[in-house]
């Protein structure tokens, strides 16, 4: 029963635009499958309003599913959601955002690129380089196609420019590692690593089940997978040390905050943190570094950015970071636009801030 | 501690934008006053990405604060809010967008336009036309300047394209006035309303007090000023007809769900109601109508849309509407930029989907 | 792995108490059926400290479920939940309290009564008299049994005393009927009545759903079965008007606020509604009247009260009431209880408060 | 408007006891100053029912207060809160329970000592032994008065049963002691602790400020206090060892989960981690151990239970334990009242379960 035109990308540009935009008919064409989830979701709300491609295609996980219309998204993407279908992906997209569980994807991805597309896939099917930790914790992934690459954006411009698959970060890894690394690159770290994660129930996904019930999470927290969460493996690859990382489901939606325990090397200042960390983002547009002032969870919810804090006791070279991000935003669908952006030779913040 | 170059208005254009977007020159320069309270917050946030208007300052409510930096809203608004000044305000823009407590917008409304500036106020300061009800709800408000216009956006574009002020209508008018204007126009209406409102806590506003604390609302559901009000008034005025209306906080932090209850003209159909809401919203992007499928709040949070809702019981005469907004959004910045957008001749929707 | 010794019954008493209780030998012995549910656990869980009954056995809902433990009752009630057993109740119990899917207690009720057992049935199975109104609402029950008393239990303990089969009422007529009965018996309502209600999500049972997925409900309010819930005729049976009954879900576990829209008769002040809802419940020890204080739903979560308030705009000739129960206490456990405790000729009091 | 006889303690123990408990005559007498905040409105809550002892005055926190009514414990608890009056505790009282700010208890306690009484404190005046680290954490208090016991119950019944100041654990460290202690006793423990604590919104207290606003807390998590809480010296004080404990704010209202990181001796097995602790706590009534289960918050909310699960890496010597407390009753007006118990030579468990 929705009324009214909708041809938003002129409101966006204000009444004097109009399709005057040079090189709109060489816009990427882009296509979803999987959009019926949370991070589904959230790609066809971010792509749908992105001023320089095109979303033609928002696909279901399945290929038996029946169209469904998306009322939360009325007059954003009026489309339906329809049933799985590799033909009209190769025919009406140029790349592909895979929304998919992780078999889907690790069955979908080579289909897709064999045929030509470029591929942002969001699962954790393509994110373990090496043999034996993938098939640990993602067995229906036989191999890593060629031209893959990790893509935590942030310093990885290079090799997500030209790669044919770019494997997304998984949620917590996105904001450990964003944490982290700039201290490790600088030679700052020493000793075990604690990630203690706090992250909204929409990360457990969209099925309903006990976990995911309303009145089992209001007024409560719990921890989960602990020693056994296939985060640890991804979080530990790209830091190349060991990691104890401890999830927990807090009584909320959206988001993830991340406490982060960690020893500096002796005589390590909190002014060579500070620096370090301050060198690393400097041309980082999705990174926001709050310094000694802590971030919170609610000032990165519904957006791309990861806002890092820490705090420093030198006479005990200890340091607590803490990084905060939207899990469906910078944790999913946020840095698989940025991604994409950067796939396609745009500044990596358009249509994202 | 921010860095990175924020220009991000070419960032949402996409990267062959840049700063060639003609007319740029003659963009409405806009100020807003009380811009650390939720709604001034929130429209910051809009008018910061606003690509046909430019946010030259945002104030405070006082003149004697201290400039003071947003973290939350580092890389989109980088310059801090600064203390109210008129005079700068007269330098700097065009048009000045009033978040302030309703006596203060009472008294700098005027000034203002003494000095030629246009203005949207978002206070309830001038929403009230009858000088014995303005001055029980509002005794602040001496009079109303020529050229006020009540602001509700839709089906009143042409009084407020040439407005001096628009007062802004308030949250629970606008989801109830949304709902039962049109079938009020069609004449389907007869007897008593009750508009019964459930609201989010940002609605009572970012003082803290025993009303706003977290462990008082969490958990909790409480009604309050029955039969008093001054929202009541507002409808009424609006609608020319008595209304109960009870307002209630609810644990969530953004929105409003409106239950209303009233009695049709004997013999009214279900589709005469659905006749009456499509044809009156037909040209109205922020309206969804969701036809007898009731309208969640969680799909408007974020949004400037009203969704609205209806169900209808032909054998008594008995219909049951259900509207939700934003209380931050359409309740009051998203509605205010709206007005904006057609105060300067922009499509309504400009920065606002 | 819980340790301890748990005799709490002494401990509740005091260490001067020990097992001298006289009388204990004849304690009534207490049996419940679908001690899985959010009900069921409120049920053990007040039943375990019940101090005049003792409970003899807590069953599941189906007869080949495999026995489990209950976590959160450790130490207060340390025997597994067993497969539901009709000779074992009859044996080892004098009144089985059914917290059960209706079509189950329609089923069970008759059984368990035909072989000398009382029955407290939670279910609406049994609390419409009228063959049609049952028919359609409660499809599974062919016939009320001898004996079925509605177990609303203010005002009505003479019937409830010697009933075999007590009715459980609803949770949200629970509310409505407390607010409403005084006036209504003291000829104070005239013409129609709105009750909007308000529930936490746990009223909508413990079965994983969408509607019950923490992301659907967090930050959200919805409206549900609009005309078309089946307490809508529970309420209108007991008060024998028409009523608009519209159930919302709100972001909270446990508790019901309803607001009570209805016009007085002529002339009627505010306080002859006082003297009624005084008069009424001078003698009920869960009704605490808040008079023109409005209640709020904290105040009563976890308890078996039922708090009241009003507000009369004695020029229109309108009350709004407010009501508030926790859904599972006073909503069903609780009440529940409260009959078992007024069937045994026990202070309705005991255990409850 | 409250109506209906009250006696309580005579409804809780059934329709057949009456008054004829033997030695109600010589029940202790119970006084609580600060009964208004939220560990004193649990006080009040748990006294009012409590089986062996008298609740016979709640006051304020102050001398100039009015007296109040607590609408929330009508029927439970009519009494108004009436201003703090040292001479009245002297006479009516024999032990008080201190819900005061710290600097009101150190001042408060000495005086009511000095006048023959016993104190519970619930505050942090009186938990530090060491003079220096009391001077920089709780610098009004000058001295421990003799007779004064660190109240952690569990272990320390002995030094309880004869103290005449018990100075009630902060709600932190109850559960980190809880979980941590068994195993240093039983030498397993070596090496850094990290404890990393999630608390619900009351244990910021009452007082309305930005911290405690309902919309900074709901969809959001903070760190606060990094390397500067004081309970981290009441936690390194008990174990002997450094701790780095953070503290987290999540968006709920009662409640406490640590999580807790540490490093066992080489060769330590998951055996002896659970034999340790299931010794320890084989007479503790409100431990409940729940293994390598991991505890959820929600089972020990309204309770004054602590669970407590873990797991065991040993490959790699870590663990990571899980321990949930109820804030407001585990972690101050709980285990206040199971001092108080110990204390009088009561089960600890009455009144408590």
């Not at 019926?36 to 279901?60: F, K, N």
Request: charged share 20%; aromatic share 4%; with cysteine.
């Amino acid at each position: 029963m929705a009324t009214a035109a909708s041809n938003h990308r002129d409101a966006q540009s204000g009444a004097d635009s109009g399709g005057e935009r040079s090189g709109a008919s060489s816009r990427a064409r882009i296509g979803i499958a999987g959009a019926t989830g949370y991070a589904g979701q959230e790609l066809v709300r971010i792509l749908a309003r992105h001023p320089a491609v095109t979303l033609t295609t928002a696909m279901a996980s399945g290929s038996t599913s029946t169209p469904r219309a998306m009322p939360a998204l009325a007059r954003i993407w009026d489309q339906p959601v329809i049933p799985l279908d590799v033909d009209r992906l190769v025919r009406e997209t140029d790349v592909v955002m895979l929304a998919l569980p992780e078999a889907a994807s690790a069955e979908l991805a080579p289909t897709l690129l064999a045929r030509g597309l470029r591929v942002v896939d969001l699962s954790g099917a393509f994110r373990l380089r090496h043999d034996a930790h993938r098939q640990r914790w993602y067995p229906a992934t036989a191999t890593l196609p060629d031209g893959t690459v990790y893509g935590l954006t942030e310093g990885h411009q290079k090799e997500i420019r030209h790669a044919r698959l770019v494997s997304n970060p998984g949620c917590y890894p996105t904001a450990a590692l964003l944490a982290l690394e700039p201290l490790r690159r600088a030679g700052l770290l020493t000793g075990a690593i604690v990630v203690d994660a706090k992250s909204g129930v929409s990360g457990a996904g969209k099925a309903p089940s006990e976990r995911t019930h309303f009145s089992e999470n209001h007024g409560s927290v719990a921890a989960y997978a602990v020693f056994s969460h296939r985060h640890t493996a991804e979080i530990e690859q790209e830091l190349s040390t060991a990691v104890t990382f401890v999830p927990h489901l807090v009584p909320l939606d959206r988001g993830i905050l991340e406490t982060i325990y960690a020893t500096l090397t002796p005589g390590t200042t909190g002014q060579q943190v500070a620096d370090a960390m301050t060198s690393a983002y400097a041309d980082a547009p999705f990174v926001r570094l709050t310094g000694t002032q802590l971030p919170e969870l609610k000032h990165v919810a519904h957006t791309n950015f990861c806002d890092i804090g820490w705090s420093v006791d030198e006479p005990t070279e200890r340091i607590v970071l803490v990084a905060v991000i939207d899990n469906l935003v910078k944790g999913a669908a946020g840095s698989a636009v940025q991604n994409l952006n950067v796939m396609l030779g745009l500044d990596e913040r358009t249509g994202l801030l």
